[in-house]
């Protein structure tokens, strides 16, 4: 992989590999080589130029560098690709030059590629998700009845079980991966049209041309070309973002909880994590930095894909271009999103401790709604809520203030309610999943 450090941040190594040049020449010529193969195949083009092109789609043979210049030239990959690709084969056998790309069309290639590249870098993605899923989902089930003080508009409320804020995390993840999961099926179709999609150099051979080829890919043979018409492209663009919110959604809880003075949970450490250049007592959030940093770039990403959607006629001028490079970044962001979460599940480390000391610092917030209700079932909802602020304005211990409700304020089970049911209930509907 070329090093990008100014991408350090905002991509994992695994899912920026599937970007590379070398992936991206590598799926490029898998397009070509299935497309020899295909019109051969359909006799369209003589088997032994076919085999000719196939050994010359070897994406070691190219420098990136010099294709670079001839796609700004162009304004498509493709017609310095396969510049390169004739004069390899030429090399090899002049007569055979004539039949690389064989009534096939820039973007039949630019968008196959694409499809290949997302088909190498989600599936991974899908399973860590899973994973992560599971782990939160262990989690929430451990701390089915463990008191927290719960938080609105981030002051104290009333409690609730801590495993039902983890099990509310892993059910968003679980049902933003589903949306994602199927909206990246969709998307593995190939584009085939040549030059405007109509496909009318291969003439009769086109639908034989159009199966063999989708065959040798291993992609669904849509119902026709998709030139101009990308649901599918932008479906899975905001399935990404969905997904980084998801994430971020619980990262930011954590980091909220890791705060020292809060002291709640903490990420998993190890040598180095979390450190600070200039100050060794820190134990920063850093996964959480990792995520909600892809959390602030995937949306602007996404609504990038969705506006380019208005396309011209048979192939877009600006729009289609805006893609391929977007789409990239939205991935390659997701991935570094779902690797930093993927460490966090398995290892976030709770202090029951002090969850119990900010509920206890918080007495009033805790016990006020529960000892206004147990007030009006006796007095009256009004005449228990005058009461009970009459009670708060003491200062002090509530429970004293309020003296003889100190016995059922005290039941820890009445506390929390139904939130332990909401776990279960939480965790169930995942393992129907």
Not at 241 to 252: E, I, Q
Not at 320 to 336: I, K
Not at 415 to 429: C, E, M, N
Request: hydrophobic share 50%; glycine share 8%.
């Amino acid at each position: 992989m070329t090093v990008r450090l100014v991408s350090a941040l905002g991509s994992s190594a695994a899912t920026a590999d599937c970007f590379s040049d070398l992936a991206t020449l590598r799926h490029m010529l898998r397009f070509e080589a299935a497309l020899a193969e295909a019109t051969a195949a359909a006799g369209l083009i003589p088997k032994r130029a076919a085999s000719v092109i196939i050994k010359a789609c070897d994406p070691s043979l190219y420098d990136p560098a010099p294709l670079v210049a001839g796609a700004r030239r162009t304004a498509t990959l493709t017609v310095p690709v396969v510049k390169a690709l004739t004069d390899q084969v030429r090399g090899r056998d002049a007569r055979a030059a004539d039949y690389v790309h064989w009534g096939a069309t820039s973007q039949d290639v630019i968008d196959t590629a694409m499809v290949l590249q997302l088909g190498e870098a989600l599936p991974p993605l899908l399973k860590a998700l899973d994973g992560i899923v599971q782990a939160l989902a262990r989690l929430a089930k451990k701390h089915r009845a463990t008191p927290m003080l719960g938080r609105t508009l981030l002051q104290p409320a009333t409690p609730l079980a801590l495993g039902q804020k983890i099990a509310g995390w892993a059910s968003d993840i679980d049902r933003a991966k589903r949306r994602l999961a199927a909206s990246f099926a969709e998307t593995q179709i190939v584009q085939f049209g040549g030059a405007s999609g109509s496909l009318t150099a291969l003439g009769p051979a086109a639908e034989r041309v159009m199966k063999g080829l989708a065959r040798q890919l291993k992609l669904t043979l849509p119902p026709g070309p998709w030139f101009a018409q990308r649901v599918r492209v932008a479906a899975l663009a905001q399935d990404c973002a969905l997904v980084v919110g998801a994430l971020a959604k619980a990262s930011r809880d954590i980091s909220l909880m890791m705060q020292v003075e809060v002291g709640e949970a903490a990420e998993p450490s190890g040598p180095g994590r979390g450190s600070s250049s200039t100050m060794p007592h820190k134990r920063n959030p850093v996964s959480a930095a990792l995520i909600l940093s892809a959390a602030a770039r995937a949306p602007m990403l996404a609504a990038t894909i969705v506006a380019a959607m208005p396309q011209e006629h048979e192939r877009a001028l600006g729009g289609w271009q805006a893609e391929w490079p977007t789409l990239s970044a939205l991935v390659e962001c997701l991935g570094s999103a779902v690797e930093a979460m993927a460490e966090v599940a398995g290892g976030l480390v709770i202090e029951p401790d002090a969850l119990q000391a900010n509920m206890d610092a918080a007495e009033a917030a805790v016990l006020a709604e529960r000892a206004t209700f147990l007030l009006a079932a006796k007095i009256g909802k009004h005449e228990a809520h005058a009461l009970v602020e009459k009670a708060l304005a003491k200062g002090g211990s509530f429970v004293e203030a309020l003296g003889r409700l100190e016995e059922e304020l005290a039941d820890e089970a009445a506390l929390l309610g139904y939130s332990p049911k909401f776990v279960d209930r939480l965790l169930a509907d995942l393992k129907r999943r």
